[in-house]
């Protein structure tokens, strides 16, 4: 057949209608976007020759480190592997963490090919420590290399890559484990349904978030992952986020159909959902097709690969500051918040650890540490700004005397505060949320996440925004957002990265000596006085939500809880 040159290492009767090649038999194209619409719609998906060109074109115009292993070199270090025979029974390096070479249509001997690139590659490369993809990568490209050597150039390129503010393939445990709490802020932001189902059937969600790669990377069908291949080639990463996303939205929708639309679900081990997970990954050819499946990944309105680069650093940097950098024994994060000691007098632990699910993932590992409460502290504006100092981030927790529960996630020390003097300056980033419990849970996110061309690609002019927050007679009524020092911020959603339409929709947090205040613009989400005592709740332009309670309500008990490092204990 004309895929020979391409297709040795191919079992070709297990490639169904992928073995017989049609459509077109070049790619004729200049301009990167063009390139780009032409992979997502898979105009070389039929031709298995045509593919394996583009893919060594696309390869090799990858920017790399200067010394680069090519085929060559394997071929130096391996002598002619056309007389030397390659054996699966070669265990892996540590660096893959069990995972296996899967088996993606190619002949027996393929396998084995597989594990003897893998092991000239970890030679090769001293500096990988933890890189669990590295198998199923592998495995994809000898499909579409006339021998070892040169699929060995081209896994070496991959990983050699040193585009800026780019990378393909994780390739320590620090990384690997960021991007798994990454893909857990994704999923709670993009794939909320989901998420909930995750944290309602499993004891620890990051776990089973732990696996994300491999969904793409090794549990999908052959069929449907070459074409994420055709894609990832071209625009990197971040496909891998977008098609997870994808197969964790179908995976509830399977459960949902399963179940009957009935949402209750005992919590069960998390091997086992993990399990449940897979399971479903590999036998979706029986419902979604590999178009589908690509479909529903663009139709995700993610940020910009510089939004996830900085949630990714910031990750990175927590784990570090933790002093999680290598792989160890994973803990039960979920489980931080332990039943049988936690104790708020607003909210069960049941609805605390739901609330815990909201919150970002480079705090999951924190147990909830109580600051400051006016059954203990007293109802003084003073008191709660000493406890709360020097805490970030925080919770705030109200309940009023009609017995509504609400309250709101805040990214930032309240110290942040003072850099406004005595004017009332809005502070915070875009991690903020805010939250009512009763009459059902609901979170309301910072609009410009749900609404992303709020931010436009014209810088804002420098201009005096003025909000009025309910209750304010005095001068105070300018609140303007203090200027910050680049790098002062938690880098994720920090309003500076966003070219906003209005400043009216960054009005994350508020305090002076006499109210403290959380969403602006048009109103406020919370307000609440000096007394602690008297508050006030509307819609506001930075969460775009209802009033959380009673639009004028007392305060009949407020907490404020911190995050505790469980690793530190």
């Known amino acids: 057949m004309a895929e020979e040159d391409y297709g040795s290492f191919v079992d070709w009767n297990q490639m169904g209608d992928l073995a017989k090649s049609s459509g077109p038999t070049k790619v004729d194209c200049k301009d990167l976007k063009e390139f780009k619409q032409m992979a997502r719609q898979g105009h070389w998906a039929k031709n298995h020759k045509l593919r394996a060109q583009v893919y060594q074109q696309l390869i090799k115009s990858i920017p790399c480190r200067t010394v680069t292993p090519d085929a060559e070199v394997y071929r130096d ?105 990454t893909f857990g802020d994704l999923a709670n932001k993009y794939c909320t349904a989901a998420h909930k189902l995750i944290v309602a059937t499993a004891q620890d969600v990051l776990e089973v978030y732990s696996d994300w790669q491999r969904w793409v990377l090794g549990d999908l069908p052959f069929s449907h992952v070459v074409r994420v291949l055709d894609v990832y080639l071209v625009e990197g990463y971040k496909i891998l986020y977008r098609v997870a996303i994808a197969l964790l939205k179908f995976y509830r929708k399977h459960k949902a159909g399963a179940q009957g639309g009935q949402g209750n679900q005992q919590q069960q081990d998390s091997v086992k ?29 993610l940020f910009s690969r510089k939004e996830i680069t900085l949630l990714q650093l910031t990750n990175e940097k927590s784990l570090q500051q933790k002093g999680i950098t290598v792989k160890q024994k994973r803990r039960n994060v979920q489980l931080a918040l332990n039943p049988d ?84 300056s809005f502070f915070g980033t875009g991690e903020c949320f805010v939250f009512r419990m009763k009459p059902e849970m609901e979170r309301y996110e910072w609009v410009v996440i749900r609404h992303p061309e709020l931010a436009s690609s014209v810088k804002n002019q420098s201009q005096e925004d003025t909000a009025s927050s309910e209750g304010q007679n005095s001068d105070g009524n300018s609140l303007q957002q203090p200027d910050k020092p680049a790098g002062e911020l938690s880098p994720f959603l920090s309003a500076r990265h966003f070219n906003l339409n209005s400043k009216n929709t960054s009005m994350f947090m508020a305090g002076n ?53 469980a690793m530190a204990s």
């Open 77 to 181: 270090i391996m002598g002619n592997s056309a007389t030397k025979k390659s054996s699966s029974h070669i265990p892996l390096p540590e660096f893959v963490d069990g995972s296996p070479v899967p088996h993606y249509c190619l002949k027996s001997e393929a396998v084995a090919s597989a594990h003897q690139v893998i092991n000239c590659l970890a030679g090769q490369f001293p500096d990988i420590s933890h890189c669990p993809s590295l198998p199923a990568v592998t495995s994809l490209l000898l499909h579409f290399c006339v021998d070892e050597a040169q699929c060995f150039e081209h896994v070496s390129r991959i990983l050699a890559c040193n585009e800026p503010g780019k990378r393909l393939l994780d390739q320590t445990f620090l990384a690997y484990e960021s991007s798994s709490m």
């Open 273 to 301: 959902v993990r399990a449940d997970i897979q399971a479903f990954i590999k036998g979706i050819a029986s419902t979604v097709t590999p178009d589908k499946l690509l479909e529903k990944a663009f139709s995700i309105r």
């Open 341 to 424: 000691t936690f104790s708020s007098e607003i909210v069960s632990a049941k609805e605390m650890r739901d609330i815990w699910s909201w919150i970002p993932e480079r705090f999951a590992l924190c147990q909830p540490q109580l600051l400051f409460t006016t059954s203990n502290h007293g109802c003084s504006l003073n008191r709660f700004y000493s406890h709360c100092e020097g805490y970030e981030p925080t919770l705030l927790l109200i309940r009023t005397t009609d017995g509504d529960v609400c309250g709101a996630f805040l990214s930032t020390d309240w110290e942040e505060r003072k850099r406004g003097g005595n004017k009332l």
């Open 513 to 565: 000596f006499d109210s403290i205040i959380v969403g602006g613009g048009d109103g406020n989400a919370l307000y609440i006085d000096s007394e602690l005592n008297h508050g006030r709740t509307g819609r506001c332009a930075t969460f775009d939500n209802p009033p959380l309670c009673a639009e004028s309500f007392q305060v009949a008990l407020l907490e404020v809880w911190g995050f505790q490092d």
